[in-house]
Every structure is written in C-alpha cells, then in structure tokens.
C-alpha cells in the first residue's frame, strides 16, 4: 500500500484544515487507518485511528472534540478534518495503515505516507 497525504497549510488558530490520504491498490479496505504527528523536536505521537469499515474511531485526547477522522473505502481515502486548530497543532502530519484496528501505537501500522505539514499561527 503506497500513501499520499496532502492538505497541509498555513492556517490561523481556532480555523480549520482538512487532511486527506489517499491509498494506492485494491486492498484498502482490508487496513485500519491512523494519522500521526510529529511536532519539531519532539517524537511522533498517535492522533486518530478508524476501522476497516468506519464504523469505530479512536482519538487522542489532545484533539477529542475538535478532529474527525473518517474514510472513503470507494475512493481509498481516509480524511482528517481538523477544528479549532492551535498552534499546539503545529506537526507534520502522517497517515498510516495497519492490519490491527484502532491501534495507537506507531508499531502496529506496516504502512506510512510521506507526511504534510499544518502550521497553526497565533
């Protein structure tokens, strides 16, 4: 599975971004989904992971409430739509693919895109 993460940008705080992944081949929606983060000298931490389906989600704490992560198995894309974005928010921003659903650990996910970076202004 290749990934592609785009929709990374420049956005003031408490605006909004959408992230978006989009999965090469016929085998999406046999992967759970996580994106991930890594802030500048710090290490990657998990951010939301979806089932296979959609039908189960999991958030870290820090954006419960303000992000939603969903996909498209028809369009092998899973989205991250991101609120009341702060500078805290700032990181490049990695989707990834696992066979193990809703898994916060970097481990669990066998695939990785190159990342996109969302840089929130104060």
């Known amino acids: 599975v290749q990934l592609q993460a785009s929709g990374g940008g420049l956005v003031q705080a408490g605006g909004s971004l959408r992230l978006s992944c989009a999965a090469s081949?016929?085998?999406?929606?046999?992967?759970?989904m996580g994106w991930f983060r890594q802030a500048p000298g710090k290490e990657r931490e998990f951010v939301a992971a979806?089932?296979?389906?959609?039908?189960?989600?999991s958030y870290a704490d820090s954006v419960k409430g303000r992000f939603t992560i969903s996909r498209d198995n028809a369009k092998n894309t899973v989205y991250l739509q991101m609120n009341s974005l702060s500078p805290e928010d700032t990181a490049v921003y990695y989707c990834?693919?696992?066979?193990?659903?809703?898994?916060?650990?970097?481990?669990?996910?066998?695939?990785w895109g190159q990342g996109t970076l969302v840089t929130v202004s104060s």
């Open positions: 081949g016929r085998t999406f929606s046999r992967y759970a």
């Open positions: 990834a693919a696992g066979k193990m659903g809703l898994m916060r650990q970097k481990s669990s996910y066998n695939y």
């Open positions: 979806i089932s296979r389906g959609g039908s189960s989600t």
